[in-house]
């Protein structure tokens, strides 16, 4: 048995780092059967105890167990003094002192995975423990928000780019709103928005980890994005749902520029089309230097009507910026 | 679909017909009834909706609108397929069968990175209905040839994008009135009348496509002829 360590999804201070999400399209990353079982580490912060620690840590998972549409769920195995990080076959959850990452990553989580089908065996979520953390949404970032952003890399998602951004004079970038989870930004310190999963994110796992009335109920929109009749690669296609208001995406990938948003319930779609630029390209694509970030925000030239078990066609053409 | 509709509509006459056959006839008017016309369907809004994420707000749970939406359905030349069975000389009733183009036009604004734009789609839609006919007899004019009627009833509604996929269905009532105009009364036919005919009516509908899931109100008007038989 071969095993691959994928690194998957870090949090710089306000950014995610890169995350190991379609490395290669047709090896999707995905846990097997049966209740995924994890360890909390035991460790006392300055303002989180090891409880408050686990209890936060839960209610993420609880959160992402709590998607009707999704078949993942989990089992707290109990505490444990061993790192996260370590390679035991044993998934972690816990602070963690030496980060060999950017000094702002905020988090990591890291995939153990079975080369070839992608099976995830084990997967490892270190905090920081050199940052300020809070679990009672007072200043300090939210244990509970990071968690659940990093239990969507322990699932094996990859980010997503639902999310606006400005850019720090000191540098870096804030996040002026999100509408994921899994965008590569944390909210502010202090801010306990990001608990909330998302539209997105619950068509992202659901995608992963379909109930069979999932797969029966939804539907997918895909076609090409262009640009002067040459394929946009790495453009984020976001489907928005005219009727229930939400925003699912997804890009568009491969020499033909194809993108599939999927998970979508049936209904009227606007497709709207951005470029990559609230984030670092990096943190959504491996081979970022395909990127084309350079057109300008576009739609669909009509609404998209998706319908159960189907899939709707609609190209997009985007003109420079 | 369309097929299904039609001979669901055929079907109810029939029916309709079998029932009514114990009724007393109407003499020189015709019992059956069949009219062609074409019209117009006024146009409504079907609403709005708005792209939000959360904002990075600290506690506060504040919302940042991402870009607003707006949709009316225009208004549409509409045809007009009608079927009738005379039951009395007061009462009829109908079945119809409509069909429209109507555009959708949406407009997109307060994009944080796009200016405003507008984009159409079009729909086809098909409108399957019964309705009860009072013909007003004591308002009749021109020697009985011009004849008043009130119209009432129910209907379904199928409205299908350019790739046919049902982008949504529902209800619709209408109640509305017009008059007929007999042109010509052969005495010893079984064509009993020939005729024009023109009617405005008010259509509720409370499903359909819709944005907000609203009940909407829009006017038909149509003008038709019809010829009645036996
Ligand atoms: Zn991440």
Redesign the interface.
């Given at each position: 048995m071969v095993l691959a360590f994928v690194l998957a999804g870090a949090s710089p201070l306000e950014a995610y780092l890169k995350l190991g999400f379609a490395q290669d399209p047709d090896q999707v990353l995905r846990w097997g059967g049966g209740p995924i079982r994890y360890f909390v580490g035991d460790r006392d912060l300055p303002g989180v105890s090891g409880e408050a620690f686990r209890q936060a840590v839960g209610r993420a998972f609880a959160s992402w167990e709590a998607v009707p549409t999704a078949t993942a769920t989990f089992t707290e195995v109990g505490f444990t003094g061993l790192s996260p990080l370590s390679e035991d076959g044993v998934t972690t959850v816990g602070f963690e002192d030496v980060f060999d990452f950017d000094d702002r990553v905020l988090a990591v989580t890291s995939l153990l995975t079975r080369t070839g089908s992608g099976e995830i065996i084990e997967a490892d979520i270190a905090f920081n423990a050199a940052v300020a953390w809070s679990t009672d949404?007072q200043s300090g970032f939210d244990v509970e928000a990071i968690a659940l952003h990093e239990i969507g890399h322990l699932l094996g998602l990859g980010h997503s780019a639902?999310?606006?951004t400005e850019l720090r004079p000191t540098g870096g970038r804030?996040?002026?709103?999100?509408?994921t989870a899994m965008f590569p930004i944390a909210?502010?310190s202090?801010?306990?928005?990001g608990r909330?999963l998302?539209a997105d994110d619950r068509a992202g796992v659901s995608d992963l980890y379909p109930t069979p009335e999932f797969q029966q109920a939804t539907g997918s929109i895909s076609g090409r994005v262009q640009k002067g009749g040459a394929s946009v690669v790495g453009a984020h296609v976001v489907a928005?749902n005219?009727?229930t208001?939400t925003?699912v995406g997804n890009f568009s990938i491969g020499s033909e520029g194809r993108f599939v948003v999927a998970g979508l319930p049936p209904g009227?779609y606007?497709l709207?089309v951005?470029p990559l630029d609230d984030a670092d390209p990096d943190s959504f694509f491996q081979d970022s230097d395909t990127v084309d970030v350079d057109f300008?925000?576009?739609?669909?030239?009509?609404?998209v009507?998706v319908?159960a078990g189907?899939d709707?066609v609609a190209d997009l053409e985007v003109v420079s910026k | 679909m369309t097929r299904g509709g039609r001979s669901r509509v055929v079907a109810a006459v029939v029916l309709g017909a079998g029932l009514a056959a114990s009724a007393p006839p109407a003499a020189g008017q015709g019992r059956l009834e069949i009219g062609v016309g074409v019209g117009a369907i006024s146009g409504y809004q079907i609403g709005g909706?708005?792209?939000?994420?959360?904002?990075?707000?600290?506690?506060g749970?504040g919302?940042?609108t991402?870009?607003s939406?707006e949709?009316e359905l225009e208004t549409a030349i509409a045809l007009d397929l009608r079927l009738g069975w005379r039951l009395s000389r007061i009462f009829a009733v109908e079945a119809g069968l409509g069909y429209a183009t109507p555009n959708?036009a949406?407009q997109?604004t307060g994009?944080?990175?796009?200016g405003s734009?507008s984009?159409?789609?079009?729909l086809s839609q098909w409108i399957i209905d019964g309705s009860v006919v009072v013909h007003l007899t004591a308002l009749e004019a021109v020697d009985g040839r011009l004849r008043p009627f009130l119209v009432g009833g129910l209907g379904y509604l199928r409205q299908l994008?350019?790739?046919s996929?049902?982008?949504a269905s529902g209800r619709a009532a209408h109640a509305g009135g017009g008059v007929k105009y007999a042109l010509w009364n052969p005495a010893d036919s079984w064509i009993q009348r020939v005729g024009v005919r023109a009617e405005l009516r008010l259509l509720i509908r409370n499903d359909g496509?819709?944005?907000e899931?609203r009940r909407r109100t829009s006017v038909t008007g149509h003008a038709s002829v019809f010829l009645a038989v036996f």
């Open positions: 949404g639902i999310g606006e804030r996040v002026i709103a999100s509408g909210f502010s202090g801010s306990i928005e909330r998302h928005f005219m009727q208001e925003l009227p606007l709207r951005e300008r925000v576009g739609f669909a030239s009509q609404i009507t319908r189907a709707a | 909706a708005e792209a939000t994420l959360t904002a990075n707000t600290g506690s749970g919302e940042f991402l870009f939406i949709s959708v949406t997109v994009d944080v990175e796009a734009r984009f159409d789609t079009a994008d350019d790739g996929v049902l982008v496509f819709d944005l899931d």
